[in-house]
């Protein structure tokens, strides 16, 4: 794969991150994380929506909408499970 190929990747899986962190934290909390909190929050989100989507056997269709569905769905999962631990 080139070299420019693998920049576009690379900023297309950080922007769908970004965009996924910052919905979770509009839903979940009522405000983003801030630019670096949203990425890694929507990528981590992403990691765990595609397990959680696997699991259940749900293929998200769409070249953009459905990986920003799934690190959206794994962002909310995660922003909750985190609200979770911090109150204990």
Known sequence: MPESEDAQ?????LL???????LAGQV??????????NIVIGVLGGV???Y?????????KGELMGPLITAFVGAVVLVFAVGLIKKK
């Open 52 to 60: 959680v989507f696997g699991l259940l056997e749900i293929t998200p």
């Open 48 to 50: 765990l929506g595609g």
């Open 9 to 13: 990747s690379l900023l297309y899986f």
């Open 28 to 37: 979940m909390k009522g405000g983003g994380f801030g630019l670096i909190g």
């Open 16 to 22: 769908i991150g970004g965009v996924a962190g910052w």
